[in-house]
């Protein structure tokens, strides 16, 4: 079994940055991570993935604004937001699988506004 605990969220202005955190409980930490988010009304979308070797993926509306990375020593994961968009708030969610079952953190709300 597996938690995760999301932090980082907040209001922001747009164009402005955040720095999501998620650490997971599971002391072997070699697990592929990714972040969601679901906005208000819509589904929820994955928006950033890293792999155990470090190997990333995000969606393409986020690329080159967004950068997830792991600290393995911390059991943590990361995701930079910059240059925030007002259609970008959403509730963020951590997740990993582990021998077939998905687990979530409770998730972190993220709003973009002035």
């Known amino acids: 079994q597996v938690q995760l605990v999301e932090s980082g969220g907040g209001l922001v202005q747009p164009g402005g940055s955040l720095r999501l955190s998620c650490v997971a409980s599971?002391?072997?930490?070699?697990?592929?991570m990714g972040w969601y988010r679901r906005a208000l009304g819509k589904e929820r979308e994955l928006v950033a993935a890293?792999?155990?070797?470090?190997?990333?993926g995000y969606v393409d509306s986020v690329k080159g604004r967004f950068t997830i990375s792991r600290d393995d020593a911390k059991n943590t994961v990361y995701l930079q937001m910059n240059s925030l968009k007002p259609e970008e708030s959403a509730v963020y969610y951590c997740n990993t699988k582990v021998c077939g079952i998905d687990y979530w953190g409770q998730g972190t709300q993220v709003t973009v506004s002035s």
């Open positions: 599971r002391t072997q930490f070699r697990l592929k």
């Open positions: 890293i792999s155990t070797d470090g190997s990333t």
